[in-house]
């Protein structure tokens, strides 16, 4: 009989996620002759009456498709199964009528492509089920544990590195301190590759103990030197590092209310050097762009071994990138053990031995 194989997007979107359901739907139809049924909104689509999902054509997922940013399921970072935020204000464990519409669906198996924290709740939701479950990472951030790659990182280091090719001529022109805000929840693995792509002279991550005064006399060291302009990059969770801006800002400083770390270190950088700073929080637009080369090949790769691996009826495993090959790993191995940047590995020694200032000292 036919098998029925199920796909979600779930968590933030990033680039590649096309890539990865085009990649499922063909291995699953060409290898197995297998259905490849595509859900929508992640875990929300299962709440709607019928669920709200569809069978995926191959003959419809051309090449195009893999060069497409978002995903055309749609997805969902918010509506946790176990405490879905109900319209009254309160929270409701929703996951048994999730189980209904997975019933409603007959699958043999589920591919859920998610980050850390997705893979969590889509492992626990299918936990009481006998629906073999198979995660794929993806997430701009690459902190998933036991992969070196997650799908979307590649193509939002592009990004931040092309913003701060465009920032140094401007920064140069006007004799500007040009700092760059990234994202990364919790990580710096977005900052440091871009930084150091990018030629920054700062670098600051949260997985790093830096302190502004050796940011300024950096700059300070810069100008002596004859540098009129600086590029700085921040991850957005730097701010947790040190002299965090979530900590009352005194004077003229109040009147950046909530600004996230950019703005408050380019606000306290042109205070403390008497230089120009500008901000730039480069945002959403790191994840809705058309993937890079790699973050294809990454989806491709890991989208036929999730297929492969409901085929050798393995279930609750991660697909990984590691050591130049695809790996596979027990889910219990991954989640809750988000990946930060190691203080002591190759990226962040990189940056030292170029002279990048990582704030822990000038
Ligand atoms: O986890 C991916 C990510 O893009 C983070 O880098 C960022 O902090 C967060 O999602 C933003 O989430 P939202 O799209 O809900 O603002």
């Known amino acids: 009989m036919t098998k029925i194989i199920g796909i979600l997007t779930s968590g933030g979107d990033c680039a590649g996620l096309n890539a990865t359901i085009r990649a499922v739907a063909l291995r ?54 176990f ?73 939002a280091v592009a990004i931040a590195t092309e913003a701060l090719d465009r920032l140094q001529p401007t920064g140069a022109s006007h004799d500007r301190i040009m700092v760059l805000e990234v994202m990364g929840r919790d990580a710096g693995h977005i900052a440091i ?70 703005q408050w270190l380019a606000h306290r950088l042109m205070s403390a050097t008497g230089a120009e700073a500008r901000a730039t929080v480069l945002g959403h637009v790191q994840r809705g762009a058309m993937p890079t080369a790699e973050d294809r090949l990454l989806a491709a790769a890991l989208g036929v071994r999730a297929v492969d691996l409901l085929a050798a009826g393995k279930a609750d495993r991660m697909v990984g990138w590691w050591n130049r090959t695809v790996i596979d790993v027990p889910l219990e191995k991954v989640v809750g053990r988000s990946r930060t940047l ?16 990582l704030g822990d000292s000038p």
Not at 92 to 108: P, Q, V
Not at 342 to 357: K, N, V
Request: glycine share 14%; hydrophobic share 40%.
């Open 193 to 262: 590759a871009a930084g150091i792509a990018g030629g920054a002279d700062v670098v600051l991550l949260p997985e790093v103990r830096w302190r502004l005064a050796n940011v300024v006399e950096r700059i300070a060291r810069l100008r002596h030197a004859g540098r009129t302009s600086a590029l700085v990059v921040v991850a957005e969770s730097a701010g947790q590092s040190d002299e965090a801006p979530d900590k009352p800002l005194d004077g003229a400083d109040d009147a950046l209310g909530d600004a996230g770390v950019g």
């Open 342 to 357: 190691d203080p002591d590995g190759a990226l962040i020694r990189t940056a030292r031995a170029l002279g990048i200032c």
């Open 28 to 81: 699953a139809h060409h290898g197995y002759g297998w259905r490849t049924i595509g859900i929508s909104h992640g875990t929300l689509g299962l709440l709607h009456r019928p669920v709200a999902a569809e069978p995926l054509d191959p003959a419809r997922l051309d090449a195009a498709l893999a060069r497409q940013g978002g995903t055309f399921l749609g997805s969902t970072n918010r509506g946790d199964p």
């Open 83 to 155: 405490a879905y935020p109900m319209p009254d204000g309160t929270l409701k464990d929703r996951s048994s009528e999730m189980h209904e519409g997975l019933r409603e669906l007959h699958l043999d198996g589920l591919i859920g492509v998610g980050g850390d924290g997705s893979l969590d709740i889509l492992r626990r939701l299918l936990a009481p089920t006998r629906l073999a479950f198979i995660g794929v990472p993806k997430t701009i951030d690459n902190d998933v544990g036991r992969t070196e790659r997650a799908i979307g990182y590649s193509t």
